[in-house]
């Protein structure tokens, strides 16, 4: 069976409560909280997750330490539909407390982007690119002849 898309993304954070508020504010959409212990952003395509490190850690195995340490080699990333919305939201995060990483900028591929850690020091990229379209609900997709 082919899996078809990625459908939520699970982070684990150190402040349930905290991470939740930041992630409202910077996603601009409320939390869904009908399950204790857990929040989710239903966002186009793909949900974001919120859920206590130490239980993801011990939901996966009891011998899976629940730490953290520097760049972890993954970065997340939303694009936006213009490059003032990259800065408007790099702005939003930096506003709920996030770190600005990197100031959004022109980009070698051709796009605009910028990057921040959140609160667990999850590192996200916001990005615009010329060969990227959206949906009417929000899905990405490549342009033809980008």
């Known amino acids: 069976m082919k899996i078809s898309r990625i459908t939520i993304l699970t982070l684990g ?25 857990i929040a989710f952003f239903e966002l186009p395509g793909t949900w974001l997750a919120l859920y206590p490190l130490e239980k993801l850690a011990e939901d996966i195995s009891p011998e899976i330490p629940a730490t953290r340490r520097g760049f972890r080699g993954t970065t997340l990333a939303c694009n936006a539909r213009r490059k003032d919305d990259v800065i408007a ?28 850690a959140d609160l667990d020091d999850y590192y996200w990229e916001v990005a615009w690119g010329p060969m990227f379209e959206f949906t009417e609900n929000g899905e990405m997709i490549f342009k033809e002849n980008a």
């Open 89 to 116: 939201i790099v702005r939003r995060a930096a506003s709920a407390g996030a770190r600005i990483v990197k100031e959004p900028q022109d980009t070698f591929w051709g796009g605009f982007s910028g990057y921040f």
């Open 13 to 37: 954070v150190a402040d349930l409560g905290k991470a939740t508020e930041f992630y409202e504010a910077v996603l601009d959409t409320p939390p869904n909280t009908s399950f204790e212990g």
